[in-house]
């Protein structure tokens, strides 16, 4: 079969101070916590989703925060660049907002017939603004950030590697993406079904030393399937290709496979059901600590672990 993923589901990374990252993504650019639960490995750590006012696919950059977690280093192997899109014109608003709140930005540049402004996270971790017109996603705006100046969602996500030829196969024969534009070690490829968020950027560099993924790092890609069914016969391809995947894993509010991809980067394949308001309403997105059902018995001492947020 022809795959069915639509481009990124959500994107997760490692931060480092839990209040800090919650106050850069709510207040600075602007998100919406949408749901706030705790990492099921971990259950003493939080696990953070932001995005949009649904946390539909596509717009939610979600994160683990350690307090005490190492910084990690940038390199092949990784997901290096989290772009998100924006309307054009809005760049002289951001920088000025990144100055406001001491965000270390670049000057606004062009790539591959886009413009687009670099800035950093207080954990280090690398993201961008693209200016994307297209983009006809209804923002959130409960941050004060004006509509026409707002994050829309995921533009895409850069991985970079020394070789290319294994993860441009796994997306180009298995995902059927389509390799579209590319400009000196930078390769373009889209899904190109009619969704945003839809854009992987391969980086060839053979001599890059080997990322660390630690703080101000992503931790994995994850892209989207309509349903369980559908996930499950994508499954089946990705094994019969000879990638070790992980079996169906319950995550709440989608399910999940995980395996490497040829460079090294994990990758998720991640349901679009049943969504973020199965526990909670959808203007309470994020308001409550949201157990899974496992940990539910032992809120009271996660809770007490749990660091304090202030809004």
Known sequence: MKSTLAGIHHITAIAGDAQRNYAFYTQVLGLR???????????????????DEAGNPGTILTFFPWAHVRRGLRGAGQ???TSFSVPSGSFDWWMARFEEHNVIY?????RLGEDYLVFVDPDGLKLELVADDTDTRKPWTGGGIPADKAIRGFHGVTLTVNDEKGTAR??????????????????RFEAGRGAFADKIDLVV????????VAGGSVHHVAFRVPDYDTQMVLREEIASAGYGITGQIDRQYFKSLYFREDAGVLFEIATDIPGFATDESLDQLGHGLMLPPQYESRRADIERVLPPLEA
Not at 36 to 51: A, I, S
Not at 170 to 187: M, V
């Open 170 to 187: 796994l997306l180009t024969e298995i995902f059927d993406f389509q390799a579209t534009k590319s400009h000196g070690h930078r390769y």
């Open 33 to 51: 916590l949408v749901k706030k639960t705790v990492n099921f490995d971990d259950p003493g750590t939080y696990h953070f989703y932001f995005g």
């Open 205 to 212: 560099l053979p001599h890059e030393q080997q990322g660390i």
């Open 79 to 81: 997901a290096t660049e």
């Open 106 to 110: 670049n000057k606004p540049s062009h």
